[in-house]
């Protein structure tokens, strides 16, 4: 069984960094799509940043210019980079992969969520 595995999470004063890591067990194949989502209390899910193999990065515009999205070229991880936090950026960050396994279907993953706070 495939699970996703989070780290990095903490808190941190306002314009300050986190790296957050997200890795793929037991995998047999390669996730097309990997990236981070997150949720803020009282608001819907939203996606941060993922990429696609063959593709650019998707940033969210409130996060373009600090947060830096990468994956490992050979296994199933993936990064992200934040810096220059702020307050709004508070929120649990999850990791998410997408394996497209034919035109009928795919295998979607989430993982267990890891929390970031950012304040004074």
């Known amino acids: 069984q495939v699970q996703l595995v989070e780290s990095g999470g903490g808190s941190v004063q306002p314009g300050g960094a986190l790296r957050l890591s997200c890795a793929a067990s037991a995998s047999r194949f390669r996730f097309e799509t990997m990236g981070w989502y997150r949720q803020a209390p009282g608001k819907e899910r939203e996606a941060v940043a993922t990429i696609t193999d063959g593709g650019r990065p998707f940033y969210l515009d409130s996060v373009k210019g600090r947060f830096t999205l990468s994956r490992d070229g050979t296994k199933n991880m993936v990064y992200l980079q934040m810096d220059s936090l702020k307050s709004d950026d508070t929120a649990v960050y999850y990791c998410?992969?997408?394996?497209?396994?034919?035109?009928?279907?795919?295998?979607?993953?989430w993982g267990q969520g890891t929390l970031v706070t950012v304040s004074p």
């Open positions: 998410y992969a997408k394996h497209q396994v034919s035109i009928e279907g795919a295998v979607q993953l």
